[in-house]
């Protein structure tokens, strides 16, 4: 994904639409990209309808806009951001496989190779919202060097060197969690039997955005 372009809030505002349309949210979850003081985050209306108005710059943990429609887990992904450099998107979804291995409390296994476009998958034992910058730290210290994290009984998060990685990640880590159902931990691929793959997992990842974009892609 090199050569990554300035993120807009109609490229937050797509990504937002995107994941709606896949599934990965219904009327909870929330967008937000990285930006030079802070980042930008979808607002709390439905994110299937979401243009460039219903995102929000957010600096020093506010809205810049004063606008009371933010997702009160605005601190998840500052925590995120100030934890990782090398992150600049989040996907917070509530898809229903990655839903239903967080309440299990495991990461499942790792049994076909396009679950790998999720990247390291986490897991904590947090229930509640992630409300408040203490939670968000804990959400940070869970997530470590992950790229995805399952919370438990509450949805997940995936991360990304951009937009377009971060709904990757989401997109493949419910078919992970899908794909894994049920199968014991000894059942799923090791490192080793993934390092051949892993020189196109660049490619493979441009290839599921381009998809994507043209599956559920719409206008606003």
Do not use: Q
Request: hydrophobic share 40%; net charge negative; glycine share 10%.
């Amino acid at each position: 994904m090199a050569g990554i372009p300035p993120t807009t809030r109609a490229d937050v505002a797509e990504a937002a639409r995107i994941i709606t349309e896949a599934g990965l949210v219904e009327a909870f979850g929330h967008v937000s990209a990285r930006t030079v003081d802070g980042f930008m985050i979808t607002a709390t209306r439905p994110l299937g309808a979401a243009g460039e108005n219903d995102v929000y710059e957010i600096v020093d943990g506010r809205p810049a806009e004063g606008a009371t429609d933010v997702p009160l887990e605005v601190p998840m992904h500052a925590a995120v951001y100030a934890a990782r450099e090398d992150v600049n998107a989040i996907c917070r979804t509530h898809s229903p496989a990655a839903v239903e291995a967080g309440a299990r409390g495991e990461v499942p296994p790792l049994v076909h190779g396009l679950a790998g476009l999720a990247g390291e998958v986490a897991v904590c034992g947090r229930t509640d919202l992630v409300a408040d910058p203490e939670a968000g730290r804990e959400i940070a210290e869970d997530l470590g060097s992950a790229d995805c994290l399952l919370i438990r009984g509450n949805g997940s998060i995936a991360t990304g060197l951009c937009l377009a990685n971060a709904v990757v990640r989401a997109r493949y880590l419910e078919e992970r969690c899908l794909v894994g159902r049920g199968l014991a931990p000894d059942d799923g691929w090791g490192t080793d039997r993934l390092k051949p793959r892993s020189r196109w997992f660049e490619k493979e990842t441009s290839r599921a955005w381009a998809w994507l974009r043209w599956r559920y892609g719409r206008d606003s």
